[in-house]
C-alpha cells in the first residue's frame, strides 16, 4: 500500500465550482500535512499547512481526519488559475523530517 | 532572493556517463532534499540530509550519491547513467522538520 494515496483525477469542472480533493495516509505516525500546488513544468510550492482543527486560506479549506487518516482540500468558486495538480505531503515523526508525496490529483477548470 | 537554485536545468546524456546535479540554497536552511518524478507520477525521495555531513537514503537511493559538506550545498551524483533515470529531478531545502519544503527549478535529465 502507497503511503500516500490521492484521486488520480483528472478532475475537469467549469469557473465557479466547488471541488473537493481527498487523501489518504497509511502510517499513523505521520506528524505535519501540507498541500502542495505544482503547475505543468514548474517546482511544487506551498499552498497550505493542514492542521487538526481544519483552516482556511480565502477559497482554500483543508481538513484532517487523524482518527481517519485522511485529509482533505476545498476549493470553492474556482478560477482558471486553479488549474494544476494538487500533491497531499505528509511527514512522519521519531526520526528525521521526511516529506512524503502524493501522486497528485490533477485539476482543470474551464470557462 | 534566490532561494534553492539547480543547475543544469536541462541535460542529456548517455548511457553509463556520470554527472553531478548541483543545488544550492542561501536560506540557512538545515535539511536538504533529492526527488525524482517520472511523467505523471509523484516525487519520489532519493536522498536526505539533515545537516552538514548528515545524509540518508530516501525511497529510491539505487544508482545515486549525495554528500554535504556545507550548509549551502547537496550535490547529487549519478555514477553510470542508465535510461531509467531519465526523470526530473527536484532538490528541497527546508528550515527545520515539519516545516514547509522550497524547492529549486528542477533539472530534466533524459539518459539516451
Known amino acids: 500500500r502507497k503511503e500516500v494515496e490521492q484521486d488520480p483525477g483528472p478532475f475537469n469542472v467549469p469557473e465557479g465550482a466547488t471541488v473537493a480533493f481527498n487523501c489518504t495516509y497509511s502510517?499513523?505516525?505521520?506528524?505535519?500535512f501540507f498541500w502542495y500546488r505544482q503547475d505543468c513544468r514548474k517546482e511544487p510550492k506551498l499552498l497550505m499547512s493542514v492542521y487538526s482543527s481544519g483552516n482556511e486560506d480565502g477559497r482554500f479549506t483543508a481538513q484532517l481526519n487523524r482518527a481517519s487518516q485522511y485529509i482533505s482540500l476545498l476549493i470553492r468558486d474556482s478560477k482558471l488559475s486553479d488549474s494544476a495538480t494538487y500533491l497531499c505531503?505528509?511527514?512522519?515523526?521519531?526520526?528525521?523530517?521526511?516529506?512524503?508525496f502524493g501522486a497528485g490529483t490533477r485539476l482543470a477548470v474551464h470557462p | 532572493n534566490a532561494g534553492v537554485t539547480q543547475t543544469p536545468k536541462f541535460r542529456i546524456l548517455k548511457i553509463g556517463q556520470s554527472m553531478t546535479l548541483q543545488c544550492t540554497q542561501d536560506?540557512?536552511?538545515?535539511?536538504m532534499y533529492w526527488y525524482r518524478q517520472d511523467p505523471g507520477m509523484g516525487l519520489k525521495l532519493i536522498y536526505y540530509?539533515?545537516?552538514?555531513?548528515?545524509?540518508d537514503k530516501g525511497e529510491v537511493p539505487n544508482g545515486y550519491n549525495v554528500s554535504r559538506s556545507t550548509t549551502e550545498d547537496f550535490p547529487l551524483r549519478l555514477e553510470l547513467a542508465a535510461p531509467s533515470q531519465t526523470s526530473v529531478y527536484f532538490c528541497?531545502?527546508?528550515?527545520?522538520?515539519?516545516?514547509?519544503?522550497?524547492f529549486g527549478q528542477g533539472t530534466r535529465l533524459t539518459v539516451v
Open positions: 536560506m540557512n536552511h538545515n535539511y
Open positions: 540530509s539533515v545537516g552538514a555531513g548528515i545524509t
Open positions: 502510517n499513523s505516525a505521520s506528524q505535519s
Open positions: 505531503v505528509v511527514t512522519l515523526s521519531g526520526g528525521y523530517n521526511k516529506l512524503i
Open positions: 528541497a531545502s527546508s528550515y527545520e522538520a515539519h516545516t514547509e519544503a522550497f
